[in-house]
Each structure stands twice: as structure tokens, then as C-alpha cells.
């Protein structure tokens, strides 16, 4: 079993700034790409940040130049550094992680349960 903790959402006003985190813990054996989706309301999920194993990042045009993907892999963590923050970038925000549970290298992807950025004054 692999469980992902999501925190660091919460109500912030335009122009500020939150940093979300994303643990994994339990049967891991090796994780590979990290990522951060998010849904605004009344739309479709979308990529916001992904970083792979050997520290390559890219971003969505919206938030390039704003927002910072990182990883710890002693932690098993990821973290989205979002600055600047504009009311668009309201939205529920989810981790995606690529990993895999044994030697056989199977990889499997799991998601965190969601947390909701709101921005607005």
C-alpha cells in the first residue's frame, strides 16, 4: 500500500505565496516522476508542474516563471513553491506520483486526495 499526504493549501491574497507538499510513504521501492495537476472550477484537470527522477522540470505556460516544482527523495516528497499567485490559479491541486512498490519495476501511478488553493482578496 503507498499513501500520499497533501498539505500547504489554504486562502491566500493575489500576489502572495504557498508552498504545497506531497509525502509518499509505505511499500516504495523506487519513485520516478513527481508532478502537481490541478482543477479550477468548471474545468478540466490540468498539468501545473512535473519533474522526473533525474531533476528535469517543466511547467504549464500559465505558471512558468512563477511557481517551482522540488523534490527530496530521502522524504519521498515533492513540493510546489507558487508565487505571485493570481485568482486564476484558484483550484484544487493533486500530486501525481510514478513509482514502483518492488524489484520487478512495475511502475504505478498514485495520486493524493486533492487541496484547495483559493486566491482571491
Known amino acids: 500500500q503507498v499513501q500520499l499526504e497533501e498539505s500547504g493549501g489554504g486562502l491566500v491574497q493575489p500576489g502572495g505565496s504557498l508552498r504545497l507538499s506531497c509525502a509518499a510513504s509505505?511499500?516504495?521501492?523506487?519513485?520516478?516522476?513527481m508532478g502537481w495537476y490541478r482543477q479550477p472550477p468548471g474545468k478540466q484537470r490540468e498539468l501545473v508542474a512535473a519533474?522526473?527522477?533525474?531533476?528535469?522540470?517543466r511547467y504549464a505556460d500559465a505558471v512558468k516563471g512563477r511557481f517551482t516544482i522540488s523534490r527530496d527523495d530521502s522524504k519521498s516528497t515533492v513540493y510546489l513553491q507558487m508565487d505571485s499567485l493570481k485568482p486564476e490559479d484558484t483550484a484544487v491541486y493533486s500530486c501525481?506520483?510514478?513509482?514502483?512498490?518492488?524489484?520487478?519495476?512495475?511502475?504505478?501511478?498514485?495520486w493524493g486526495q486533492g487541496t484547495q488553493v483559493t486566491v482571491s482578496s
Open positions: 519533474i522526473t527522477s533525474g531533476g528535469s522540470a
Open positions: 501525481r506520483v510514478v513509482l514502483t512498490t518492488g524489484s520487478d519495476g512495475y511502475e504505478s501511478d498514485y
Open positions: 509505505g511499500s516504495i521501492f523506487s519513485i520516478y516522476n
